[in-house]
Protein backbone atom coordinates (compact mmCIF):
# COMPACT_ATOMS: atom_id res chain seq x y z
CA UNK A 1 0.00 0.00 0.00
CA UNK A 2 1.42 3.29 -0.85
CA UNK A 3 0.97 5.03 2.26
CA UNK A 4 2.50 8.59 0.99
CA UNK A 5 -0.97 9.31 -1.45
CA UNK A 6 -2.02 10.30 1.86
CA UNK A 7 0.37 12.38 3.26
CA UNK A 8 -1.29 15.42 2.84
CA UNK A 9 -4.00 16.53 5.40
CA UNK A 10 -7.50 16.38 4.70
CA UNK A 11 -7.94 20.17 5.00
CA UNK A 12 -8.15 23.70 3.77
CA UNK A 13 -6.06 24.91 1.32
CA UNK A 14 -2.90 27.22 2.28
CA UNK A 15 -4.86 30.13 0.95
CA UNK A 16 -7.57 29.43 3.21
CA UNK A 17 -7.55 31.35 6.60
CA UNK A 18 -8.77 28.33 8.72
CA UNK A 19 -5.63 26.36 7.08
CA UNK A 20 -3.50 29.18 8.26
CA UNK A 21 -4.91 29.24 11.78
CA UNK A 22 -4.21 25.26 11.84
CA UNK A 23 -0.95 26.30 11.25
CA UNK A 24 -0.30 28.82 13.52
CA UNK A 25 -1.84 26.48 16.62
CA UNK A 26 0.37 23.53 16.07
CA UNK A 27 3.10 25.81 15.87
CA UNK A 28 6.18 26.10 18.32
CA UNK A 29 7.61 28.90 17.51
CA UNK A 30 8.15 32.08 19.64
CA UNK A 31 5.16 34.53 20.32
CA UNK A 32 7.29 36.97 18.00
CA UNK A 33 7.38 34.98 15.27
CA UNK A 34 3.85 34.19 15.33
CA UNK A 35 2.76 37.82 15.40
CA UNK A 36 5.14 38.28 12.29
CA UNK A 37 3.47 35.59 10.94
CA UNK A 38 -0.50 37.05 11.66
CA UNK A 39 0.75 39.99 9.90
CA UNK A 40 1.57 38.95 7.16
CA UNK A 41 -1.41 36.64 6.79
CA UNK A 42 -3.22 39.73 6.91
CA UNK A 43 -1.03 41.14 4.30
CA UNK A 44 -1.95 38.49 2.37
CA UNK A 45 -5.92 38.55 2.11
CA UNK A 46 -5.65 42.09 2.08
CA UNK A 47 -3.70 42.04 -1.55
CA UNK A 48 -5.05 41.04 -4.99
CA UNK A 49 -3.89 38.14 -7.02
CA UNK A 50 -1.79 39.83 -9.47
CA UNK A 51 -3.11 40.08 -12.87
CA UNK A 52 -1.87 39.76 -16.79
CA UNK A 53 -2.35 43.68 -17.67
CA UNK A 54 0.26 44.40 -14.48
CA UNK A 55 3.49 45.55 -15.60
CA UNK A 56 5.49 43.05 -13.55
CA UNK A 57 3.48 40.44 -14.97
CA UNK A 58 3.63 41.38 -18.77
CA UNK A 59 3.40 37.83 -20.95
CA UNK A 60 2.82 35.69 -18.29
CA UNK A 61 -0.06 32.77 -18.75
CA UNK A 62 -3.44 33.64 -17.08
CA UNK A 63 -3.19 33.99 -13.23
CA UNK A 64 -5.26 31.19 -12.22
CA UNK A 65 -3.34 29.57 -9.01
CA UNK A 66 -6.32 27.59 -7.03
CA UNK A 67 -4.00 27.62 -4.22
CA UNK A 68 -7.38 25.07 -2.60
CA UNK A 69 -5.57 21.91 -4.38
CA UNK A 70 -2.13 23.24 -2.59
CA UNK A 71 -1.95 21.76 1.80
CA UNK A 72 0.59 21.21 4.14
CA UNK A 73 1.87 17.74 4.52
CA UNK A 74 2.20 15.19 7.15
CA UNK A 75 5.76 14.39 8.14
CA UNK A 76 7.16 12.09 5.30
CA UNK A 77 7.79 8.01 5.85
CA UNK A 78 10.75 6.23 6.78
CA UNK A 79 11.28 4.81 3.48
CA UNK A 80 10.73 8.41 1.59
CA UNK A 81 13.25 10.26 3.90
CA UNK A 82 15.72 7.32 3.33
CA UNK A 83 15.43 7.61 -0.51
CA UNK A 84 15.63 11.60 -0.10
CA UNK A 85 18.72 11.03 2.05
CA UNK A 86 20.46 8.78 -0.71
CA UNK A 87 19.66 11.40 -3.72
CA UNK A 88 21.05 14.18 -1.96
CA UNK A 89 24.21 13.85 -3.69
CA UNK A 90 25.65 16.92 -5.96
CA UNK A 91 28.10 18.00 -3.63
CA UNK A 92 30.28 15.24 -2.16
CA UNK A 93 33.21 17.62 -0.40
CA UNK A 94 31.05 19.71 2.13
CA UNK A 95 31.09 21.88 4.69
CA UNK A 96 27.82 20.95 6.19
CA UNK A 97 24.43 20.07 4.94
CA UNK A 98 20.85 20.07 5.91
CA UNK A 99 18.02 18.11 3.89
CA UNK A 100 14.21 18.99 4.16
CA UNK A 101 11.20 16.86 3.27
CA UNK A 102 7.83 18.84 2.05
CA UNK A 103 9.25 21.51 5.35
CA UNK A 104 10.49 19.00 7.62
CA UNK A 105 13.57 18.52 8.06
CA UNK A 106 15.15 15.28 8.24
CA UNK A 107 18.81 15.74 8.25
CA UNK A 108 21.34 18.38 9.67
CA UNK A 109 24.55 17.56 8.97
CA UNK A 110 27.28 19.26 11.88
CA UNK A 111 29.78 21.68 10.17
CA UNK A 112 33.43 21.33 10.94
CA UNK A 113 34.29 22.37 15.25
CA UNK A 114 36.95 24.52 13.67
CA UNK A 115 34.11 26.04 11.78
CA UNK A 116 31.71 26.45 14.61
CA UNK A 117 34.41 27.92 16.79
CA UNK A 118 35.17 30.04 14.99
CA UNK A 119 31.29 31.32 14.86
CA UNK A 120 30.07 29.82 11.45
CA UNK A 121 26.15 29.51 12.30
CA UNK A 122 24.67 27.13 9.63
CA UNK A 123 21.15 25.28 11.45
CA UNK A 124 17.49 24.94 10.17
CA UNK A 125 15.91 28.17 10.86
CA UNK A 126 13.51 26.51 13.47
CA UNK A 127 16.63 25.73 15.97
CA UNK A 128 18.41 29.64 14.99
CA UNK A 129 15.78 31.09 16.42
CA UNK A 130 16.40 29.45 19.94
CA UNK A 131 19.88 29.35 19.67
CA UNK A 132 20.91 32.39 17.87
CA UNK A 133 17.78 34.52 18.15
CA UNK A 134 19.55 37.68 17.97
CA UNK A 135 20.70 37.00 14.34
CA UNK A 136 17.36 35.26 13.17
CA UNK A 137 15.55 38.52 14.44
CA UNK A 138 18.45 40.90 12.87
CA UNK A 139 17.89 39.72 8.89
CA UNK A 140 14.36 37.78 9.30
CA UNK A 141 11.68 39.16 7.36
CA UNK A 142 13.34 42.10 6.85
CA UNK A 143 13.16 41.77 2.81
CA UNK A 144 10.17 42.37 0.53
CA UNK A 145 9.66 42.07 -3.41
CA UNK A 146 9.23 45.21 -5.56
CA UNK A 147 8.82 42.76 -8.84
CA UNK A 148 5.13 42.11 -8.54
CA UNK A 149 5.04 38.81 -6.32
CA UNK A 150 3.87 40.57 -3.09
CA UNK A 151 0.57 38.44 -2.48
CA UNK A 152 3.07 35.04 -2.66
CA UNK A 153 5.25 36.69 -0.53
CA UNK A 154 3.27 37.42 2.17
CA UNK A 155 1.65 33.77 1.73
CA UNK A 156 5.33 32.73 2.20
CA UNK A 157 6.08 34.53 5.60
CA UNK A 158 3.01 33.81 7.01
CA UNK A 159 3.55 29.96 6.70
CA UNK A 160 6.95 29.71 6.69
CA UNK A 161 8.98 28.05 9.03
CA UNK A 162 11.36 25.56 7.08
CA UNK A 163 14.73 26.52 5.42
CA UNK A 164 18.44 27.41 7.37
CA UNK A 165 20.61 30.22 8.65
CA UNK A 166 24.15 30.46 7.13
CA UNK A 167 26.24 33.22 8.59
CA UNK A 168 30.16 33.07 9.06
CA UNK A 169 31.42 35.81 10.53
CA UNK A 170 34.08 38.83 9.49
CA UNK A 171 37.86 37.44 7.97
CA UNK A 172 36.42 33.50 7.82
CA UNK A 173 36.77 32.03 4.21
CA UNK A 174 35.32 28.44 3.61
CA UNK A 175 36.29 26.63 0.63
CA UNK A 176 33.80 23.90 0.48
CA UNK A 177 30.51 24.94 0.38
CA UNK A 178 27.11 24.34 2.48
CA UNK A 179 24.44 22.21 0.70
CA UNK A 180 21.04 22.37 1.76
CA UNK A 181 17.68 20.27 -0.29
CA UNK A 182 14.66 21.36 -0.32
CA UNK A 183 12.35 18.57 -1.71
CA UNK A 184 8.62 17.72 -2.80
CA UNK A 185 7.32 14.40 -2.18
CA UNK A 186 3.72 14.18 -0.62
CA UNK A 187 1.17 14.57 -3.70
CA UNK A 188 -0.10 18.42 -3.22
CA UNK A 189 2.38 19.12 -0.61
CA UNK A 190 3.04 22.86 -0.59
CA UNK A 191 6.19 24.18 0.43
CA UNK A 192 7.61 27.48 2.26
CA UNK A 193 11.85 27.31 2.57
CA UNK A 194 13.14 30.22 3.67
CA UNK A 195 16.57 30.83 3.11
CA UNK A 196 18.96 33.08 5.03
CA UNK A 197 22.57 33.55 4.02
CA UNK A 198 24.91 36.44 5.83
CA UNK A 199 28.39 37.04 4.75
CA UNK A 200 30.36 39.58 7.64
CA UNK A 201 33.09 41.57 6.35
CA UNK A 202 36.12 40.84 4.12
CA UNK A 203 34.25 36.61 4.49
CA UNK A 204 34.42 33.93 1.59
CA UNK A 205 31.82 30.75 1.16
CA UNK A 206 29.81 29.32 -0.77
CA UNK A 207 26.33 27.54 -0.88
CA UNK A 208 24.26 25.27 -3.08
CA UNK A 209 20.26 25.23 -2.82
CA UNK A 210 18.74 22.15 -4.11
CA UNK A 211 14.69 21.77 -5.21
CA UNK A 212 13.51 18.47 -6.44
CA UNK A 213 10.73 16.36 -6.80
CA UNK A 214 10.81 12.73 -5.43
CA UNK A 215 8.19 11.40 -7.82
CA UNK A 216 7.44 12.73 -11.45
CA UNK A 217 3.59 12.32 -10.98
CA UNK A 218 2.80 14.49 -7.77
CA UNK A 219 1.21 17.65 -8.18
CA UNK A 220 2.82 20.57 -5.66
CA UNK A 221 3.32 23.86 -4.79
CA UNK A 222 6.21 25.93 -3.99
CA UNK A 223 6.87 29.08 -2.56
CA UNK A 224 10.28 29.67 -2.02
CA UNK A 225 12.31 33.07 -0.60
CA UNK A 226 15.98 33.71 -0.62
CA UNK A 227 17.67 36.64 1.35
CA UNK A 228 21.51 37.59 0.72
CA UNK A 229 23.59 40.12 2.95
CA UNK A 230 26.71 40.65 2.15
CA UNK A 231 28.86 43.04 4.08
CA UNK A 232 31.68 45.11 3.17
CA UNK A 233 34.61 42.94 1.62
CA UNK A 234 32.17 39.31 1.66
CA UNK A 235 32.63 37.27 -1.08
CA UNK A 236 29.66 35.02 -1.59
CA UNK A 237 28.45 32.21 -4.28
CA UNK A 238 25.19 31.14 -4.51
CA UNK A 239 24.25 28.41 -6.81
CA UNK A 240 20.61 27.20 -6.77
CA UNK A 241 19.42 24.67 -8.92
CA UNK A 242 15.57 24.12 -9.44
CA UNK A 243 14.65 20.53 -10.18
CA UNK A 244 10.81 19.71 -9.67
CA UNK A 245 8.66 17.37 -11.62
CA UNK A 246 6.36 19.22 -14.37
CA UNK A 247 3.53 19.04 -12.15
CA UNK A 248 4.59 22.46 -9.72
CA UNK A 249 4.52 25.75 -9.42
CA UNK A 250 7.21 27.01 -7.82
CA UNK A 251 8.18 30.51 -7.18
CA UNK A 252 11.72 31.53 -6.15
CA UNK A 253 11.93 35.16 -4.84
CA UNK A 254 15.35 36.48 -4.12
CA UNK A 255 17.05 39.21 -2.94
CA UNK A 256 20.77 40.27 -2.41
CA UNK A 257 21.84 43.34 -0.28
CA UNK A 258 25.57 43.92 -1.20
CA UNK A 259 28.03 46.50 0.97
CA UNK A 260 31.00 48.29 -0.35
CA UNK A 261 33.80 45.89 -1.92
CA UNK A 262 31.90 42.75 -2.01
CA UNK A 263 31.70 39.94 -4.37
CA UNK A 264 28.52 38.12 -5.02
CA UNK A 265 27.36 35.97 -7.53
CA UNK A 266 24.51 33.93 -8.15
CA UNK A 267 23.92 31.48 -10.24
CA UNK A 268 20.49 29.71 -11.43
CA UNK A 269 19.88 26.19 -12.97
CA UNK A 270 15.82 25.98 -14.01
CA UNK A 271 14.96 22.40 -15.27
CA UNK A 272 11.62 22.03 -13.51
CA UNK A 273 8.27 22.86 -12.86
CA UNK A 274 5.04 23.43 -14.96
CA UNK A 275 5.29 27.10 -14.36
CA UNK A 276 7.99 28.52 -12.22
CA UNK A 277 8.41 32.37 -11.29
CA UNK A 278 11.71 33.40 -10.47
CA UNK A 279 12.33 36.85 -9.09
CA UNK A 280 15.80 38.45 -8.08
CA UNK A 281 16.49 41.98 -6.73
CA UNK A 282 20.35 43.10 -6.37
CA UNK A 283 20.60 46.01 -3.85
CA UNK A 284 24.13 47.85 -4.46
CA UNK A 285 24.85 49.83 -1.00
CA UNK A 286 28.34 50.62 -1.14
CA UNK A 287 30.80 51.52 -3.76
CA UNK A 288 33.10 48.88 -5.23
CA UNK A 289 30.50 45.88 -4.95
CA UNK A 290 30.85 43.56 -8.01
CA UNK A 291 28.03 41.33 -8.98
CA UNK A 292 27.18 39.11 -11.12
CA UNK A 293 23.99 37.14 -11.82
CA UNK A 294 23.87 34.06 -14.40
CA UNK A 295 21.12 32.00 -15.16
CA UNK A 296 20.64 28.59 -17.58
CA UNK A 297 16.98 27.20 -18.37
CA UNK A 298 15.93 24.92 -20.43
CA UNK A 299 11.97 24.37 -20.90
CA UNK A 300 9.76 21.84 -22.51
CA UNK A 301 6.59 20.76 -23.43
CA UNK A 302 4.58 23.82 -21.95
CA UNK A 303 6.07 24.70 -19.14
CA UNK A 304 6.20 28.47 -18.50
CA UNK A 305 9.18 30.60 -16.62
CA UNK A 306 8.83 33.62 -15.88
CA UNK A 307 11.84 35.36 -14.99
CA UNK A 308 11.90 39.17 -13.45
CA UNK A 309 15.39 41.23 -12.29
CA UNK A 310 16.00 44.06 -11.04
CA UNK A 311 19.50 45.92 -10.62
CA UNK A 312 19.42 48.67 -8.47
CA UNK A 313 22.76 50.81 -7.86
CA UNK A 314 22.74 52.93 -4.44
CA UNK A 315 26.31 53.23 -4.69
CA UNK A 316 29.51 54.85 -7.30
CA UNK A 317 31.83 52.26 -9.02
CA UNK A 318 30.08 49.54 -8.83
CA UNK A 319 29.21 46.77 -11.21
CA UNK A 320 26.28 44.13 -11.91
CA UNK A 321 26.59 41.93 -14.81
CA UNK A 322 23.58 39.75 -15.72
CA UNK A 323 23.58 36.88 -18.02
CA UNK A 324 20.15 34.98 -18.41
CA UNK A 325 20.27 32.55 -21.25
CA UNK A 326 17.34 30.06 -21.92
CA UNK A 327 16.80 26.89 -24.09
CA UNK A 328 13.43 26.72 -25.54
CA UNK A 329 11.44 22.84 -26.98
CA UNK A 330 8.02 22.28 -28.04
CA UNK A 331 5.40 24.44 -26.89
CA UNK A 332 7.03 25.99 -23.55
CA UNK A 333 7.53 29.87 -22.84
CA UNK A 334 9.96 32.04 -21.20
CA UNK A 335 9.48 35.54 -20.13
CA UNK A 336 12.82 37.86 -18.93
CA UNK A 337 11.84 41.42 -17.87
CA UNK A 338 15.02 43.02 -16.57
CA UNK A 339 15.52 46.15 -15.52
CA UNK A 340 18.46 48.50 -14.38
CA UNK A 341 18.14 51.16 -11.68
CA UNK A 342 21.36 53.71 -11.07
CA UNK A 343 20.32 56.35 -8.82
CA UNK A 344 21.92 60.00 -9.22
CA UNK A 345 25.00 59.44 -6.86
CA UNK A 346 25.51 56.18 -8.11
CA UNK A 347 28.55 57.85 -10.68
CA UNK A 348 31.14 55.23 -12.35
CA UNK A 349 28.52 52.50 -12.23
CA UNK A 350 28.82 49.55 -14.90
CA UNK A 351 25.98 47.80 -15.31
CA UNK A 352 25.42 45.05 -17.89
CA UNK A 353 22.40 42.81 -18.49
CA UNK A 354 21.83 40.09 -20.91
CA UNK A 355 19.17 37.62 -21.84
CA UNK A 356 19.67 34.97 -25.28
CA UNK A 357 17.22 32.46 -26.29
CA UNK A 358 17.59 29.43 -27.65
CA UNK A 359 14.49 28.04 -29.74
CA UNK A 360 14.64 24.46 -31.05
CA UNK A 361 11.13 24.56 -31.90
CA UNK A 362 9.15 26.90 -34.03
CA UNK A 363 5.82 26.98 -31.74
CA UNK A 364 8.60 27.68 -28.71
CA UNK A 365 7.74 31.60 -27.49
CA UNK A 366 10.68 33.74 -25.91
CA UNK A 367 9.66 36.89 -24.98
CA UNK A 368 12.10 39.74 -23.80
CA UNK A 369 11.65 43.16 -21.89
CA UNK A 370 15.41 44.36 -20.78
CA UNK A 371 15.07 48.13 -19.78
CA UNK A 372 17.67 51.15 -17.81
CA UNK A 373 16.30 53.72 -15.53
CA UNK A 374 19.57 56.34 -15.06
CA UNK A 375 19.53 59.09 -13.37
CA UNK A 376 23.58 59.42 -13.04
CA UNK A 377 25.52 60.91 -16.04
CA UNK A 378 28.93 59.24 -15.88
CA UNK A 379 27.82 55.69 -16.28
CA UNK A 380 28.47 52.40 -18.70
CA UNK A 381 25.39 50.91 -19.02
CA UNK A 382 23.57 48.68 -21.91
CA UNK A 383 21.01 45.98 -22.36
CA UNK A 384 20.77 43.57 -24.84
CA UNK A 385 18.12 40.37 -25.67
CA UNK A 386 18.77 38.04 -28.71
CA UNK A 387 16.50 34.87 -29.73
CA UNK A 388 17.21 32.30 -32.56
CA UNK A 389 17.45 29.14 -33.49
CA UNK A 390 19.82 26.37 -33.75
CA UNK A 391 22.96 26.96 -36.69
CA UNK A 392 21.45 24.54 -39.58
CA UNK A 393 24.53 24.46 -41.01
CA UNK A 394 25.58 23.17 -37.55
CA UNK A 395 23.03 20.84 -37.19
CA UNK A 396 23.09 19.49 -40.88
CA UNK A 397 26.97 18.77 -40.28
CA UNK A 398 25.80 16.22 -36.99
CA UNK A 399 23.08 14.84 -38.51
CA UNK A 400 25.45 14.04 -41.59
CA UNK A 401 27.43 11.84 -38.91
CA UNK A 402 24.29 9.67 -38.06
CA UNK A 403 23.60 11.46 -34.37
CA UNK A 404 20.39 11.74 -34.51
CA UNK A 405 18.45 15.20 -34.16
CA UNK A 406 17.69 14.90 -30.29
CA UNK A 407 21.37 14.18 -29.62
CA UNK A 408 22.74 17.31 -31.91
CA UNK A 409 20.55 19.79 -30.41
CA UNK A 410 21.66 17.96 -26.71
CA UNK A 411 25.33 18.82 -27.84
CA UNK A 412 24.56 22.07 -29.31
CA UNK A 413 22.43 23.38 -26.20
CA UNK A 414 25.60 22.21 -24.37
CA UNK A 415 27.70 24.50 -26.12
CA UNK A 416 25.16 27.23 -25.60
CA UNK A 417 25.18 26.95 -21.67
CA UNK A 418 29.05 25.56 -21.52
CA UNK A 419 30.41 29.33 -20.35
CA UNK A 420 27.38 29.95 -17.79
CA UNK A 421 28.06 26.19 -16.04
CA UNK A 422 31.59 26.67 -15.87
CA UNK A 423 30.71 29.75 -13.54
CA UNK A 424 29.18 27.09 -10.97
CA UNK A 425 32.95 26.91 -9.82
CA UNK A 426 32.90 23.50 -8.64
CA UNK A 427 34.18 20.68 -10.60
CA UNK A 428 32.30 17.74 -9.24
CA UNK A 429 29.16 20.22 -9.32
CA UNK A 430 29.47 21.06 -12.72
CA UNK A 431 29.21 17.79 -13.79
CA UNK A 432 26.49 16.78 -11.92
CA UNK A 433 24.63 19.65 -13.40
CA UNK A 434 25.19 18.62 -17.05
CA UNK A 435 23.99 15.30 -16.18
CA UNK A 436 20.68 16.78 -14.93
CA UNK A 437 20.35 18.93 -18.18
CA UNK A 438 21.28 15.64 -20.48
CA UNK A 439 18.72 13.85 -18.09
CA UNK A 440 15.78 16.02 -19.43
CA UNK A 441 17.02 15.42 -23.09
CA UNK A 442 17.11 12.34 -22.66
CA UNK A 443 13.73 11.62 -21.15
CA UNK A 444 12.31 13.83 -23.69
CA UNK A 445 13.80 11.70 -26.39
CA UNK A 446 12.26 8.44 -24.34
CA UNK A 447 8.85 9.85 -24.29
CA UNK A 448 8.98 10.69 -27.94
CA UNK A 449 9.72 7.19 -28.84
CA UNK A 450 7.12 5.38 -25.98
CA UNK A 451 3.58 4.64 -27.27
CA UNK A 452 1.42 6.08 -24.73
CA UNK A 453 -1.25 3.87 -23.17
CA UNK A 454 -5.00 4.50 -24.18
CA UNK A 455 -7.14 4.46 -21.23
CA UNK A 456 -11.17 3.61 -21.50
Same mark, same amino acid.
Given at each position: ?????????????????????????????????????????????????????????????????????????????????????????????????? =????????????????????? =???????????????????????????????????????????????????? =??????????????????????????????????????????????????????????????????????????????????????????????????????????????????????????????????????????????????????????????????????????????????????????????????????????????? =??????????????????????????????????????????????????????????????????????????????
Amino acid at each position: MNTEATAVQTAPGVGDSASFERHLSLSALPESWKNWKKEYWEKYEELPFPRTRDEHWRFASRIDFDLSGFQLAEDASDDTIEEVLSRSNLVAERSGQI =VFVDNQLVSEEAIPEELAARG =VVFLPLAEAVTKHPELVERYLFQESTDLGSDKFHALHNAYSESGYLLYVPDN =VEIDAPFAVYHWHAAPGAALFPHILVVGGRNSRFSVVDAQQSLFEDRTGFSCAVGNVFAEDGAKIYRRTIQNFNNRMVSFQLDTNNVDRDTAVRGINLNLGSRRARFENEVRINGAGADVKLYSLTVAENDQEFDQRTLQIHNAPNAVSDLLYKNALMDHSRTIFSGLIKVAKDAQQTDAYQTNRNLLLNDTAQANSLPGLEIEAND =VKCSHGATTGQLDRDELFYFLQRGIPKRIAQQLMVFGFFEEVIEQFDNEELEENLRGLIQAKFEKKQLDAVTPKMETT
